[in-house]
Every structure is written in C-alpha cells, then in structure tokens.
C-alpha cells in the first residue's frame, strides 16, 4: 500500500540548526495561539525515546485546545552508522532493532489533533529512520548555506528587515559569516538600523560587523607576507584610525600566526580537509583559504621568528618599555622586512 505524506507530520533536519528553528517556528504559528500550544506541547530527548513512549505522547487528547505538538530531538543521529554504537555494552541491542521498525507506520496513523515534529542535524541517505519517515512526513533539509545560496539568503533577510543590500555588502557580509545564520541575521538586523533606509554598502559591513572587521587582518597580512611594508603600514594605520586597540591587533596577529602555523602542520601530515576547521578554530571558508595562502609563504623557522616578534613586542609594551602605537608600528614593519619572512637580505 503506498503511503501519503501526512500534513502533520514534519521531518527538519540538516546543519542549518537556525532555519530548522525558524521552520520549527511557523509550525507553531500555524498551529495557534501560543497561550493555547505552550501547555500542549511537548520537546522529548529522540536519543533515548522509545516508540512506546512516542506513541503514548502522541496518542494523548490536547488540554482545552485543538491542537498537541510533539517535538522529538535528535532521532535520526541515533541511526547513524558508528552513532548506534557508541555507549552500548556486549549484548546491547541496536537502537533500530528496539521496536522502532515500526516508526514509519505509527507515523502514518499518528492522530490529527498532534503535529509531530522530528527535528535533527544531517543524516546519510541510508539512515533508516529518515527511510521510515520519507514516505510518510513533510521533509525539509535545511544544509548549511555557503556562497550564491548565501548571499541570496542575506539580501532576502535584509528585505524582511525593511532595508537593501548593494551586491558587494551582502557578498562581504556572506564571506565572513562563516555560515552562522544565528549571528548572520543579528548582523543583517544591525546594519538595516544603522543605515536608516538607505542602501547598506561594504563599507558598513566592514564597519560594524566584527567578523569583517577581523577579516582585515588578511589584508595586512597579505601586504606583510609580500614585503609590501608601505601598503601594511597604511592598512595598520586604517586600523588604528578606526579606534582598534593596539593590543587587540597584537592577539589577532598572533592568533593568525598561530592558525599559519596550524595549518603548515595539517598540510604536512595529510589532513583530511573536513577536519581542519575544528583544529583551526574556525569554519569560515574564507579565514581557512587564506590562512593556507599565508601560511605556504613561510617556512617553520620563519613563523617561529614571527612568534619572537610578537613575544618582545608584547612584553615591551607591557612592561612600558615601548608606546603601544609605535610598538605595533615597529612590528607591523619588522614582520614585513625580509629577514623576519626567512628571505635573504637584499644587497645593493
């Protein structure tokens, strides 16, 4: 018998975890008035749900209302190859081997009056709850956005908001995001005030945004790691200009030294490249491709030079020993002179 997918059934899933929120969100709005769904609705933990107990839930009448929503957490990680078998001891039966056979069917006969909702991160297509489901609920991946798809998602956000993106600042805004819909949107929301109705341009992105803001430590280590000590002074001086402590473009240098490093080392031994985010601290794209680009212009003994520098020039303007202004100048040019980027002394 072939099943129809129920109108009160929703499978969100992906690592999108703020649209799967926002989606999560107009289930609810459609369902009514808040007052009237808050005491019949119910969140329950998918890592240690049994049918059993889904079915009992989902069978219960609503409390003075028209509606119950049933939200189960995480139950598609449970079937993950490697995931079912994590924590389980000799013996131990296998998640999918716990009555859960039958999920597919109870979905198809779940009472109208409960809306259930399975809310999950990413899944492989073979993952069998999301095969009992498929057939049966309204399914909505929700992958993390990267690039155009992104872009198009912050000039929509923009557009709700009441304001407008020129091209370059939603291209910008999108390339530092990092993906971070959460953050991304709080950004989106920033600048649209900020801009008062006007059209909100790269500039204000590179203004208010802190993530862009961070991202021109790139262009002063483009210049730096060029030799090209007149244009890293003159983004240094923009820095400065723009009221950034002397102290923090000290930490976010050595930070990116740090991730330089970091990188040369995972380069070296192979890494695979879906790891390298999580050792680099990082999931921009963007702060990855050019901590790479960076870091294959030094060899080791250059970036532990680099290191040094950064150490004496902490220590000095700690100590007093050195102005913090002129202490960050002086490095900003060491670390682009030859000798600090392992080349040799030029000679006339």
């Known amino acids: 018998m072939t099943q129809t997918r129920r109108s009160n059934v929703h499978l969100l899933y992906g690592d999108d975890e703020f649209s799967i929120a926002e989606a999560l969100g107009e289930i609810k709005t459609r369902l009514g008035p808040a007052e009237a769904l808050g005491p019949n609705t119910l969140v329950l933990d998918g890592g240690r749900l049994t049918l059993a107990e889904l079915r009992m839930v989902c069978d219960t009448i609503p409390f003075l209302a028209d509606h119950r929503l049933v939200v189960v957490e995480g139950l598609l990680e449970r079937f993950e190859r490697g995931q079912a078998r994590r924590g389980r001891g000799k013996g131990e039966a296998k998640p999918e081997a716990g009555g859960w056979e039958g999920l597919g069917e109870y979905a198809a006969s779940a009472p109208p009056s409960t809306t259930l909702v399975f809310t999950s991160g990413t899944a492989a297509p073979g993952n069998q709850a999301l095969k009992s489901l498929a057939g049966v609920a309204q399914v909505r991946k929700f992958p993390a956005m990267r690039g155009a798809p992104l872009a198009q998602w912050v000039r929509q956000r923009a557009q709700q908001q009441g304001g407008r993106m020129s091209p370059e600042a939603e291209a910008l805004l999108a390339e530092f995001s990092a993906g971070n819909l959460r953050s991304l949107s709080s950004d989106v929301e920033k600048l649209c005030v900020y801009a008062g109705g006007r059209e909100i341009t790269a500039q204000d992105v590179r203004d208010l945004v802190a993530s862009a ?60 490249q879906g790891e390298w985010p999580a050792v680099l601290g990082t999931s921009s794209d963007y702060a990855i491709r050019k901590t790479v680009e960076h870091a294959r212009a030094y060899s080791m003994p250059a970036l532990a030079r680099m290191y040094q520098l950064l150490l004496d020039t902490d220590v000095s303007i700690k100590t007093g020993a050195m102005v913090e202004t002129l202490g960050i100048e002086l490095l900003v040019a060491e670390m682009s002179a030859s000798e600090a980027r392992g080349e040799p002394r030029r000679t006339r």
């Open 213 to 272: 803001q961070e991202a021109g430590i790139f262009d002063l280590l483009d210049a730096v790691a060029q030799g090209r000590q007149a244009a890293a002074m003159r983004i240094l001086e923009q820095f400065l200009h723009r009221g950034e402590a002397g102290q923090r473009i000290l930490a976010l240098l050595a930070r990116q030294v740090r991730m330089m490093t970091q990188a040369k080392s995972l380069e070296a031994h192979r890494v695979a």
